[in-house]
């Protein structure tokens, strides 16, 4: 079977402090976005792993240790060959790892016909990752914990994204860290959940937040965008992924023209309601 597997942007991430494991909590608003990974999943002997971007065809990828927790948890002796078309920037906080795990689970529970629901998918996932259960949902939503607290939301208006990736990948565990020690958060999840309830694109772009802007250097990527006709701009995750939301298209074309003419390889995205989608 092929499935695509959806990019997720976070609106907004708050960190709310941390669990006796040292694991972060978050409270954070997650998007899917039209930007996505085509995976096929076929039953097998074994698990095994290809993908056009040969680095990712080991047993470390995250699909071989979704297929490991699914067969695991289910107690079933499989296997599962999944070859993946990567279209999702890597190691950018646009989930792209994270949604082809989700993907994996979600075949393998239609492959083996195990019908689980979604708290047990949910199980699975979080093992796996912290997006990886936001992934299998998809859309809009409100994620708290470790990720496997998720609250669908009323859908994003719709609208138009430009994003790119500012630099390059930093050290998620170093960025924790230094937010450990500034003790603060911008809050907006609360004022995004709001925004979206209204049904209020330009109250939402206002909303636009994340606590890693506090100990990264991605500002000036940020107000660039803003300068290119953004509404409201932000960090996607721990980065680099930088984005805007725009509502008129000719600003979005503009801004994704001014960006590529830069050399930054942006993409010109829109939000979507689902993050795993059966071709």
């Not at 979704?66 to 107690?75: R, Y």
């Not at 093992?127 to 998809?138: E, H, L, R, T």
């Not at 809050?187 to 606590?211: F, I």
């Not at 660039?224 to 932000?234: D, K, N, W, Y």
């Amino acid at each position: 079977m092929k499935l695509k597997a959806y990019a997720k942007l976070n609106l907004t991430l708050d960190v709310c402090g941390k669990r006796e494991d040292g694991y972060h909590l978050l409270d954070s608003v997650f998007q899917s976005i039209d930007l996505a990974d085509t995976l096929t999943v076929e039953p097998a002997n074994n698990i095994q792993v290809f993908c056009d971007d040969k680095s990712l065809c080991n047993e470390n990828n995250i699909c071989y240790q979704a297929a490991q927790n699914f067969f695991e948890a289910t107690g079933i002796a499989g296997g599962v060959s999944v070859t993946i078309e990567k279209k999702i920037p890597q190691a950018a906080g646009m989930g792209g790892g994270s949604a082809d795990a989700a993907a994996v689970i979600l075949a393998l529970d239609r492959l083996y016909e195990t019908r689980l629901d979604n708290e047990s998918l949910i199980k699975i996932g979080v093992k796996v990752g912290a997006d990886v259960p936001f992934c299998m949902i998809g859309g809009t939503a409100k994620v708290g914990g470790i990720g496997e607290d998720i609250k669908p939301l009323r859908s994003m208006p719709d609208c138009y994204i430009v994003g790119f990736k500012d630099g390059l990948k930093a050290s998620t565990g170093e960025m924790y860290r230094h937010i450990d020690e500034c003790n603060y958060s911008f809050a907006q999840t609360q004022n995004a959940v709001s925004a979206l309830a209204n049904c209020d694109l330009r109250a939402l772009a206002h909303s636009l937040s994340n606590d890693f802007m506090m100990v990264t250097d991605h500002a000036d990527a940020v107000n660039e965008l803003i300068s290119c006709g953004a509404l409201g701009a932000t960090l996607s995750g721990s980065g680099p992924t930088v984005f805007g939301i725009f509502n008129i298209l000719d600003d979005a074309n503009r801004a994704f023209r001014h960006f590529a003419e830069a050399g930054k390889d942006p993409f010109l995205a829109h939000p979507v309601n689902f993050g795993v989608w059966f071709e």
